[in-house]
T-cell receptor
């Protein structure tokens, strides 16, 4: 059974700090892994998509890594800002386009 | 359009009533997905479509839930005889390509429809 876990469930950091969010998945036969951001009461915003053949993807201050053999992905946020406060979700995709979501990490960046 | 559109934004139904949710995928996207988000961030996959054909319906509670994607119409998710546990935010997503076949399969999500069953 495919399961996705995110640690920590919540994180509070001062502005400017670099931080890492963790995502682990039980079945390493993934097609890809996608990181999303969800603001309160809003939908999901896609941040980064890593294909199974890739090891990392970067966009601005965000860097996502993927290690299939260990079943882990990390999202690194550099120089965090209050506007980064949101819930971050990782989702692993297996067959038939179906996502398995983690339960999310709620990030609070304090000014 | 360039965004996935979902209507209505909020829907309130009495237990046992019918609920119908709509989704307009991004123009040119062939794949549509429905997810149910309950209890904080617990996302559950319901069903996916490739154009008007059901692609994967393994997540659908078939006795009360149904979905359609007809040509030239928004996709719909219908719940007959709603129950209290159906209260959730229902998200629609679309993608242009299929996983691992012919291009990036990034899913773009709509803003969701919040269903409250009283």
């Amino acid at each position: 059974k495919q399961e996705v876990t995110q640690i920590p469930a919540a994180l509070s950091v001062p502005e400017g700090e670099n931080l890492v969010l963790n995502c682990s998945f039980t079945d390493s036969a993934i097609y890809n892994l996608q990181w999303f951001r969800q603001d309160p009461g809003k939908g999901l915003t896609s941040l980064l998509l890593i294909q199974s053949s890739q090891r990392e993807q970067t966009s601005g201050r965000l860097n996502a890594s993927l290690d299939k053999s260990s079943g882990r992905s990390t999202l690194y946020i550099a120089a965090s800002q209050p506007g980064d406060s949101a819930t971050y979700l990782c989702a692993a995709k297996y067959n038939f386009n179906k996502f398995y979501f983690g339960s999310g990490t709620k990030l609070n960046v304090k000014p | 359009g360039e965004e996935v559109a979902q209507t209505p934004k909020h829907l309130v139904r009495g237990e046992g009533q019918k609920a119908k949710l709509y989704c307009a995928p991004i123009k040119g996207h062939s794949y549509v997905f429905w997810y149910q988000q309950v209890l904080k961030n617990e996302f559950k996959f319901l069903i996916s479509f490739q154009n008007e054909n059901v692609f994967d319906e393994t997540g659908m509670p078939k006795e009360r839930f149904s979905a359609k994607c007809l040509p030239n119409s928004p996709c719909s998710l219908e719940i007959q005889a709603t129950k209290l546990e159906d209260s959730a935010v229902y998200f629609c997503a679309s993608s242009q390509f299929q996983t691992g076949i012919d291009g990036p399969d990034t899913q773009y999500f709509g803003p969701g429809t919040r269903l409250t069953v009283l």
